[in-house]
């Protein structure tokens, strides 16, 4: 039998390209220096409050990148799935696709009623249920599917500066604010996400707090649960890895029941 499973592979490998051309876009952004140092002088009179604010927002195309990656990732499993009915002797397998559901019930009622699963051999259906794709299971594999769906049904889901920290010495006198901008539930923060700002210190006005330091951030899914507010780069390694790991031990278990 020739290599069933080198359509698989071959999409994976396709997948790494993608998000190595996302980590790049997202690392050149960065480098670009998206934001600015200013002096709020009208929100509190008398007091020079030093901010940072972020001037532009991630490239447009970002999201399309991260879609071509996790599309790649989700395209995998069912190729996986497809692979290993070929191998068990099926036909033009059309019930192989791998199985998600938001929850295990749901995923058992499908295959209950023999809408997901039916051509695949039964040890490699049982090894994808126990991978655990829903909701409260393996939650990256299962927002893997979102993910995808929610470019296919909607639009393409939204990258947003995550929660940027800056590290900065300051010549200022003893008690100075650090951060502190009040927000609308009355807790006090430095960043800002409505504004893209972040409030740096509070000093009296004219005084030079002489500034030095360093800004970090990240970029972030927004608007599907449970990825908002996650580290899309993180998100996205632990992703691949997953699709690997179901991968190989698809073929390892299609490998030890004697199909391939």
């Known amino acids: 039998m020739s290599d069933v499973f080198h359509s698989a592979r071959l999409t994976f490998d396709r997948a790494k390209y993608h998000i190595?051309?996302?980590?790049?876009?997202?690392a050149e952004f960065i480098r670009s220096h998206p934001w600015a140092e200013f002096i709020d002088r009208e929100s509190r009179p008398g007091s020079d409050i030093h901010k940072v604010r972020f001037e532009r927002q991630p490239p447009e195309t970002l999201p399309c990148v991260l879609f071509d990656a996790a599309n790649n990732l989700r395209a995998v499993l069912d190729q996986s799935g497809y692979a290993a009915a070929i191998a068990g002797g099926k036909v033009g397998p059309t019930k192989c696709n791998f199985p998600f559901g938001d929850s295990l019930a749901e995923i058992e009622t499908h295959i209950a009623r023999r809408k997901a699963g039916r051509d695949l051999p039964?040890?490699?259906?049982?090894?994808?249920?126990?991978?655990?794709?829903?909701?409260g299971g393996n939650t990256d594999l299962w927002a893997l599917n979102k993910l995808c769906n929610t470019k296919k049904h909607c639009q393409l889901t939204a990258i947003i500066i995550n929660e940027p920290h800056i590290n900065f010495s300051a010549n200022?006198?003893?008690?100075?604010?650090?951060?502190?901008?009040?927000?609308?539930?009355?807790?006090?923060?430095?960043?800002?996400?409505?504004?893209?700002?972040?409030?740096?210190?509070?000093?009296?006005?004219?005084?030079?707090?002489?500034?030095?330091?360093?800004?970090?951030?990240?970029?972030?899914?927004?608007?599907?649960?449970?990825?908002?507010?996650?580290?899309?780069?993180r998100l996205l390694d632990r992703m691949s890895s997953?699709?690997?790991?179901?991968?190989?031990?698809?073929?390892?278990?299609?490998?030890?029941?004697?199909?391939?």
């Not at 190595?20 to 997202?26: C, E, M, P, Q, W």
């Not at 039964?122 to 909701?135: A, D, G, Q, R, S």
């Not at 409030?199 to 990240?218: C, E, K, M, Q, S």
């Open 242 to 260: 997953i699709v690997e790991s179901i991968l190989m031990s698809t073929e390892a278990e299609c490998r030890r029941q004697g199909y391939v």
């Open 122 to 135: 039964p040890e490699i259906l049982t090894h994808f249920v126990n991978c655990k794709p829903y909701n």
């Open 172 to 233: 200022v006198p003893e008690g100075t604010p650090i951060g502190r901008f009040v927000a609308p539930d009355g807790t006090t923060k430095g960043w800002d996400s409505e504004k893209q700002e972040m409030t740096l210190l509070t000093v009296p006005a004219g005084l030079d707090p002489n500034i030095r330091g360093h800004i970090a951030f990240d970029v972030a899914i927004e608007g599907v649960q449970p990825l908002a507010g996650q580290s899309a780069i």
């Open 20 to 26: 190595r051309d996302f980590n790049s876009v997202v």
